[in-house]
């Protein structure tokens, strides 16, 4: 069932309302970048984080963790293994400072030490802050005991701080599960102004229960919007995100210095009902076109592939006008995009209201 305007407007009113509690206000002093404790890690994390997936240009990095930005996010398989020596680059000399985030998939241990070892080279550091196991969607993933005493043993090596998870499917499943278990200490989680309640809610009982949360997906696609006097659409979708009890830090894909610019202005004011009116114009905006990680599909879905994996590929040649992003991602779930392109009746009603027979299709192409 898809959103309604109005519904939006009250949840966003509520949310806004929410954030005026002590604590979440994001300004410090004029011109500061607010920081937050990372739930039981103990780090001293800036609101806004710096994801690096898609930036090639170490000078824009360089600039965002010059203006105060500490955290910074990336991983062993961005642009082929490029980003994590681009962010190397851009953290030299100054890594003492800094919290750094990469990634690893589960696969056989020497596999996953190989790229382990790898990000500590390409970023010219000794050990990473958080090591993240890489796009997490069921319990049992979070639970594998024998994934654990890998992630165990390089932790004691000294390879990292902290064992970590992230997420695009099934978020609440696993958020849940890294609550039972125990073991991670954060989670990466896609989520932004179009994300189901429930969502928000398991997110701030995480945070309770010490877990630290890392929001990304914050301005849910990019997608282009018209004009609007002020923030743009953008900026307001990321004030709604940093301003969610729970969530610690943020952590945009910025490309540029203007979009560090951007974003650093958003987080050093506060929402209120204009702030409304921008994120109803940029839901209507994106009716049909961007995922919310809201997995509904996943259960509708005769074959369970849902219509998730195309549609965040769509998303990142659309939204992002990434084409090689969206060709890597197609590459990696290439199964599940030939059964759903393939699949004569879809079942899933989106509640994006995305096509999700013609996404896949789009996606397909990638595989061509």
Known sequence: MHIKRRDLLKGAAVSLGASLIPGRTLANQPGEIPTRVL????????????????????????????????????????????????????????????????????????????????????LGVDRVDLMQLHGMSSRNQIVRKDVQQI????????????????????????????????????????????????????????????????????????????????????????????????????VPGMLSRRMVDENLQAIRGKGGFTDLLRLDAYRADLEGKACS??????????????????????????GYRDQRLAAERAAEVASAVRACAECEVCTVDCSQGIDIKEAARRAAQFLA
Do not use: W
């Not at 990680?293 to 659309?318: H, K, N, V």
């Open 39 to 122: 739930g039981r890690t103990g780090l001293e994390v800036s609101v806004l984080g710096y994801g690096a997936m898609q930036c090639s240009d170490a000078a824009a990095i360089r600039h965002g963790l010059d203006q105060g930005i500490n955290y910074i996010d990336t991983a062993d398989c961005y642009m082929g293994g490029r980003n994590e020596k681009i962010v190397g680059q851009a953290i030299s000399g100054i890594r003492d400072r800094l919290v750094i985030a990469t990634k690893v998939h589960i696969s056989r241990e020497s596999r996953m030490r190989s790229s382990v070892d790898r990000s500590l080279a390409s």
């Open 151 to 250: 992630m165990k043993a390089m932790k004691e090596e000294g390879k990292f701080r902290f064992a970590a998870v992230t997420t695009h499917s099934n978020q609440v499943e696993v958020l849940q599960a890294v609550m039972e278990d125990g073991f991670y200490d954060t989670v990466l989680v896609a989520v932004n102004f179009r994300s189901p309640p429930r969502l928000f809610e398991v997110i701030e009982e995480a945070a309770a229960a010490g877990v630290g949360i890392i929001a990304m997906k914050t301005q849910n696609g990019g997608y282009r919007n018209g004009p609007l006097p002020g923030l743009t659409p953008h900026q307001a979708a990321l004030r709604f995100v940093v301003e969610k009890p729970g969530v610690h830090v943020a």
């Open 293 to 318: 990680f809201c997995s509904r599909c996943l259960d509708q879905c005769r074959y369970g592939t849902g219509g998730l994996d195309a549609a965040r590929i769509a998303t990142y040649s659309e």
